[in-house]
């Protein structure tokens, strides 16, 4: 055979060709074909770990060999419904719900702001604002809201050179709120908390408030309605799903956060310190897989609520 007569290459772009022609007739195996891999991930490791963590929950120490007994039981959930695990629980959603509201309050009305009155390089500035704190790493964040509120720090300082010192002190002085400083005492956690996740809560609902038209604004106008009225029945039902997917941010967030209050706040333990301390120090891996479980079935049921209520139907 001539060398004239044996089969040439396909060029690389007829391949190419041949399977777009291909995909094109057979539209429902590319679609499969792009999403094997992010569900394979999503299957495997997400999922997959999430079924492994509530596997371990229903296991159990061996109190004479501290090893796991892997026979299922509800033990590791009785114990974690003793008292001292009820209070991490209920101290834990207090400090949660308590800092998504406030962080709801604080970001309405910037983002009111930024949504009906920020233009050109304003509206820019506004972004840069709200995300510089991001730009930094959490734990130099972290450190610092430490220093500012510890008893020798800038905040102290203020409050002395202002007279507030008598103020501060009642304040510290309120049972479970206060303590010896800022630095130390829930009131400081809870700051920090506010901080730290209040870029979450003002971009969700900025992003809501973009989308309320101008013109139901001026009709509820036009027909009577006062400004009150009008943010009771047009504006706040409008932006709710910007609220609602905020606190899903800071709720979360902060339920599960263990190194906030570790640096910032009292010896008493949240969720996440819990987690930490008995799958490390105290070896009961049952026992914080128990307390993970936790966070999940509280957001579960919060965003079963909030889809009930309506709050997913504007997104």
Known sequence: MSASALPLPMPRDGILRRLSDFFLRHQRLLLVVLLAPPMLWIGVVYIGSLFALLAQSF??????????????????????????????????????????????II??????????????????????????PLWSSYLVRVYSWKLIL???????????RTGLTPVLDLVLSIPIVGGPSLSISYLGTYLVFVYLWLPYMILPVQAALERVPRSLIEASGDLGANPRQT????????????????????????????????????SSLFLGQAVYTHQGTAGNIPLAAAFTVVPIVIMGIYLWLAKRMGAFDAL
């Open 150 to 160: 510890a008893r020798e720090g800038i905040l102290n300082w203020f409050v002395e």
């Open 59 to 104: 296991f159990s120490i061996d109190e004479f060999t501290g090893l796991i007994d892997r026979r299922f039981t509800l033990k590791t959930y009785g114990e974690l419904l003793q008292g001292a695990n009820i209070d991490i629980i209920v101290r834990s959603v207090l400090m949660a719900a308590s800092v998504t509201l406030t962080a709801a």
């Open 107 to 132: 970001a309405f009305p910037i983002a009111y702001f930024a949504a009906r009155y920020a233009r050109g390089r304003i509206k820019a500035l506004f972004y840069i604002a709200v995300t510089l």
């Open 231 to 266: 943010f009771r029945t047009v504006i706040l039902p409008l932006a709710l799903p910007g609220i609602v997917a905020g606190s899903i941010f800071t709720f979360s967030l902060t339920l599960g956060d263990y190194i906030t209050p570790t640096i910032v706040g009292t």
